[in-house]
């Protein structure tokens, strides 16, 4: 383990066996919550444990009385990798435990040994899972501005800038505008599996509008936000092969309705990405294809992207998007989990290939296809979640899907419980209005 996050860094900025290195890296990712030189020097100062060795495991470690109310509720304390012979909170490395958070340090290593996830954390082991259910990094820094405070006798408050608003990129992948074959399939798919057969059967047969796009625009404006869309931008139609029709989205980008739905987007403010075909994860230049399309269309330069079906490899995707001209990406989340897949709810930069990460922490069908939740329990997942961000001043992603707005799908009505529950904890978008 030791010897391949090495291997794994070694061409990197960071290096773990330097450990300066990683307070320089973990500081500089967690800026929001220190922005000001002031704090960032104060807890530099903190006595914190020098030791570099780590074993692979995981590990709750407990707080002190005095930061109790750090540690999640009804949690033993904060989750992170194991370090050898250390299970106090003195004796633990925290620059060291944010660095492997950060980098998912454990899922490279599962990655290396089995190859790619894919994004479905089915696949890991389940040991693992409590790393996805907090913003653990966030929580280390909160519980280092804390023990400063605590050792000089100085209110948090007075000591430290306050923890800021939280931000969430709202964005939306358009994966279809119409009621397409592959569509129809993979719904009623998700419908037998959720043990509703007669839903299957009416999402098979019934036609449906899923040009939803207005009704998106519309409700986001009433809250003040804007969005960020993101287009497939291959050849739709009927020559493809038939993977590419099960599993990419049929729409042709130049269509002259599209064209001008999405330069009105662009116009009124919403930023418009790539969300690029499921083969493209390891491929720039199918990658590459798509992006100028999407910019022939939109007459500017595009720079964000999510993969499609979050097909996604630490090792090969980012270093793609990078060779693509690509600059911020949106795929590090799971498929099959909501949460926090790096234990991180911030966006940061990948010292591999330079590209800008925010994570993905909800996505509608967590709540509806992997999970057969009713509304109660729904929204009590969209609270938790803007729970966790707003309590650890964090940022992260979310999508809503385009065509789910329509009454086949409904889940429209939980986009706007996001969408208020954001407002009442005056969570911001980057692209406001
Ligand atoms: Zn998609």
Known sequence: M????????????????KLDNNIDYVLSVTHRLAPKSGDVKKLRSLPISKQLDFNGGWTWIPLPGWAADIVPKDKKGLFVPTQSGTSDWKGYNWWLGAAMLINSFA???YENENGSIHSYSFRLDSKMIPAFEYAWTNRIILFLRRWWSHENHIPEEKAFSPVPKAVIHLTHDVD?????????????AFSLYNKRPRAAIK???????YWQFNKIISLEERYGYRSLWNFYGARGGFFRSLKEHIFDPAYDIYSTE????????SKNGNKIGLHPRFDTWQDANKMILEKENIEKVLGQKIYTV?????RFSFDKTWKTQKKAGLAHDYTLGFNDRYGFRNSTALTFTDSASGIRVTPLVLMDSHLFDYSNKNQIERF???????????ITGGEGSVIWHQRVFHSDYGWGDDYEYLLDGMKKRQITTPEMA
């Open 2 to 17: 030791v010897k391949y996050f090495l291997m794994v860094n070694q061409r990197k900025t960071l290096n773990i066996k």
């Open 107 to 109: 899922e490279r290593q």
């Open 176 to 188: 279809a505008v119409s009621k397409t074959l592959a569509i129809r399939i993979k719904q009623a």
């Open 203 to 209: 999402f098979l047969l019934s036609n449906g509008n």
């Open 258 to 265: 599209l064209k001008d739905q999405i330069c009105l987007l």
């Open 306 to 310: 999510r993969q499609h079906w979050l």
């Open 380 to 390: 009590k997942v969209i609270d938790s979640i803007l729970d966790e961000l707003e």
